[in-house]
């Protein structure tokens, strides 16, 4: 069974009712993970506050966004997460979407492509991506079950810059129709990273990726991970909300949050993480931004908070909310004394709450 879309696995599509069933539950997503990202909520990212420093010998227009990620220079430090496409609908939130990362100078991330690879007649619900933002870095989504010459067809299909593969156990699980046999993934994972004509990033969806799976990505040979951490959007929660005998109710806040994530691999056992890192999971603001950055992520990604921009207050809002990070991101990389991404890890940094707790837990050599 495909992962996050449910919309089954690739290797043995078989078009047709199944498939269009299965592509309409992605409406069902949109609208039960929105209602996970009210305003206001508090998120993991709390936790990570700055120590003050008055005479920060910067200047606004001397601060420089841009990041590399997976061997290209990016203009913005954070980008629009993997989240959709497959319907109507959802194919026009990808434009919306694209649209408003494009204006902005933004990298942007395709949802699950596996209803499209089993099903042609979906693919424009994707290509509407690279054709709404033909200039900018795009990442095409599939699961770890898919074959790797499908990996190369949904890469193809957005003509993509790189290629997320996600990782969404905790989300099998409860799903009544979900996969229950994990044992291929790793395995699978490499055989993509090997075939792959692109860079190959390995994502979480909201419950982080912790060191030791950092790890075994880094010996599968992809070329990043993104932590995508808890405290945002919630699979268990989207999952259980959808079956009616309450089973796994309990499983709703699964996971680690993106914070806690990056502080292991920073404080792991061989110093600095094997591959590059991208975090995302609970960002809603760009000060949430630049403590992921800090924590050493090259980039950090949103989903849910830009969903919800959009679908409540509409793509000029989305463009307006993404410009408005630009400017705030580099305020407050002013504020703290960096001139570059690469300065943020030099900032001092004070843990607390749950994440300084759970920190206090961790293996450190
Ligand atoms: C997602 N996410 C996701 N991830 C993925 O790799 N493939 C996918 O198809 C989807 N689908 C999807 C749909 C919707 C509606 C949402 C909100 C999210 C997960 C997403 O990329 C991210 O990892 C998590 O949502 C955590 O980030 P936020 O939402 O807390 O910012």
Redesign the pocket.
């Known amino acids: 069974m495909s992962?996050?879309?449910q919309s089954g696995g690739a290797e043995t599509a078989q078009p047709g009712v199944a498939v269009s069933a299965h592509a309409e539950r992605?409406d069902e997503?949109?609208r039960l993970?929105?209602s996970l990202?009210a305003p206001g909520k508090t998120t993991p990212w709390a936790d990570i506050s700055f120590l003050h420093h008055a005479l920060p010998g910067t200047a606004l227009d001397a601060v420089d966004l841009s990041t590399r990620v997976l061997g290209s220079s990016w203009q913005v430090p954070f980008y629009v997460?993997?989240?959709?496409g497959g319907t109507e609908s959802t194919g026009r939130l990808n434009a919306a979407l694209a649209e408003a990362a494009a204006a902005a100078g933004v990298a942007i991330?395709s949802?699950?492509q596996h209803v499209a690879l089993r099903d042609r007649a979906r693919e424009d619900t994707f290509r509407i991506i690279r054709r709404t933002a033909p200039g900018a870095f795009v990442l095409a989504?599939v699961g770890p079950t898919v074959a790797p010459d499908d990996a190369a067809r949904a890469v193809e299909m957005l003509e993509a810059d790189a290629l997320?593969v996600?990782v969404?156990v905790a989300q099998e699980v409860p799903m009544p129709e979900g996969d229950r046999d994990f044992s291929g993934w790793a395995g699978r994972i490499a055989q993509i990273a090997d075939a792959a004509q692109v860079p190959v990033v390995v994502?979480?969806?909201?419950f982080g990726l912790s060191r030791r799976t950092v790890d075994l990505l880094a010996s599968l040979g992809v070329a990043a991970a993104?932590v995508?951490g808890n405290?945002?959007?919630d699979?268990v929660a989207i999952e259980t909300a959808r079956r009616e005998d309450g089973a796994y109710r309990d499983l709703v806040g699964w996971g680690q949050s993106a914070a806690l994530c990056l502080l292991e691999c920073l404080h792991g056992p061989a110093g600095s993480a094997p591959v590059e890192l991208l975090a995302?999971?609970?960002?809603?603001t760009p000060l949430d931004v630049v403590r992921g950055l800090a924590l050493g992520a090259r980039a950090v990604?949103?989903?849910?908070?830009f969903?919800r921009t959009l679908t409540e207050s509409g793509p000029e809002a989305l463009y307006r909310e993404l410009v408005s990070w630009k400017e705030q991101v580099r305020g407050i990389m002013a504020l703290l004394g960096a001139s570059r991404v690469e300065d943020l890890a030099c900032t001092d940094l004070l843990v607390t709450g749950a994440t300084a707790e759970r920190a206090r837990l961790l293996s450190v050599d």
């Open positions: 992962p996050v879309d992605k997503h949109v993970a929105m990202h997460n993997a989240m959709t991330a949802g699950s989504n997320q996600h969404n994502k979480e969806v909201g993104d995508a405290g945002g959007t699979f995302s999971g609970a960002v809603r990604g949103a989903s849910g908070h969903m």
